[in-house]
C-alpha cells in the first residue's frame, strides 16, 4: 500500500521567515502534486511535479523532487500571513505503467499559520 | 477559465436515504476522479472514470456507491443508503493531462 507521509503536520511561522514541508512515500513514483486548501474550501494546484529533479517555483513558494530518494519539498521564503493554509502533497502512484490514472494519493496535509 | 462545478454546494440527508451528487467536469478532460474529506482528514481517493467506466475504485468504493455519466457532461455519484460515517466533503477532479482539477465539493451531512 501506498503511503504519502508529510511533516511537520502543523507548522507555525512568523513572517518573513524561511521553512520547508517533506513529503516522503513509500513506492516508485515521478508525478508528484502540491495543492493548498484554505478552511471550508477546494484544493487549489500548486505544482506538478513529473520527472526527478524537477524544481518549480511560484512566487515565495518552491518545489522540488528526488524520485531516487522519494521525497519532495516545499519551501517557503519570507512567509507572508496569505500563506496561511493547509498544504497537502499527493502522490499518482499509476504514473509507474507509463499512462497516469491519476488515482492521487495524499498526504495528511501542513497546516500552515503565518503570525505576524 | 475553464473550472469542475458541482451541485449541491450542501447536501443534508436522513440516515438510509439515496444522495445523488453532481459534478460537471471541465469539457475537453477525460479522466473524471471522486474523493472524499472527512473534517479535518486528508483526502481519499473513491473512483476514477474513463470512456464511459470505472477505471479504478478504492476500498471505501463499496456496494453502496455509483457513478454515471449520464450525458455529455454530468457526472455523478449516488450513495444509495447513507450512513453517518459518509458525512464528508466530496471533490469532484478531472484531467486532460498530468493536472488535476479539483471542482468546490459538495458538502455532505448526514444526520
Known amino acids: 500500500e501506498l503511503k504519502v507521509e508529510q511533516n511537520p503536520l502543523f507548522l507555525s511561522m512568523q513572517e518573513g521567515k524561511n521553512y520547508t514541508i517533506y513529503c516522503n512515500y513509500s513506492?516508485?513514483?515521478?508525478?508528484l502534486y502540491w495543492y493548498r486548501q484554505d478552511p471550508g474550501k477546494s484544493l487549489e494546484s500548486l505544482f506538478v511535479l513529473l520527472s526527478n529533479g524537477a524544481v518549480k517555483q511560484e512566487g515565495r513558494l518552491m518545489a522540488s523532487l528526488d524520485t531516487k530518494a522519494r521525497l519532495s519539498t516545499l519551501h517557503i521564503t519570507a512567509a507572508v500571513h496569505d500563506l496561511s493554509a493547509t498544504y497537502f502533497c499527493?502522490?499518482?502512484?499509476?504514473?509507474?505503467?507509463?499512462?497516469?490514472?491519476?488515482?492521487?494519493?495524499f498526504g495528511k496535509g501542513t497546516k500552515l499559520s503565518v503570525k505576524p | 477559465e475553464p473550472e469542475v462545478t458541482q451541485t449541491p454546494s450542501h447536501q443534508v440527508t436522513q440516515m438510509g436515504q439515496e444522495v445523488i451528487l453532481r459534478c460537471v467536469p471541465i469539457?475537453?478532460?477525460?479522466?473524471f476522479y471522486w474523493y472524499r474529506q472527512i473534517l479535518g482528514q486528508k483526502v481519499e481517493f473513491l473512483v476514477s472514470f474513463y470512456n464511459n467506466e470505472i477505471s479504478e475504485k478504492s476500498e471505501i468504493f463499496d456496494d453502496q456507491f455509483s457513478v454515471e455519466r449520464p450525458d455529455g457532461s454530468n457526472f455523478t455519484l449516488k450513495i444509495r443508503s447513507t450512513k453517518l460515517e459518509d458525512s464528508a466533503m466530496y471533490f469532484c477532479?478531472?484531467?486532460?493531462?498530468?493536472?488535476?482539477?479539483f471542482g468546490p465539493g459538495t458538502r455532505l451531512t448526514v444526520l
Open positions: 469539457s475537453n478532460h477525460l479522466y
Open positions: 499527493a502522490v499518482d502512484p499509476s504514473s509507474n505503467y507509463g499512462g497516469s490514472q491519476g488515482n492521487l494519493i
Open positions: 477532479a478531472s484531467t486532460f493531462y498530468n493536472e488535476q482539477f
Open positions: 513506492t516508485t513514483s515521478d508525478r
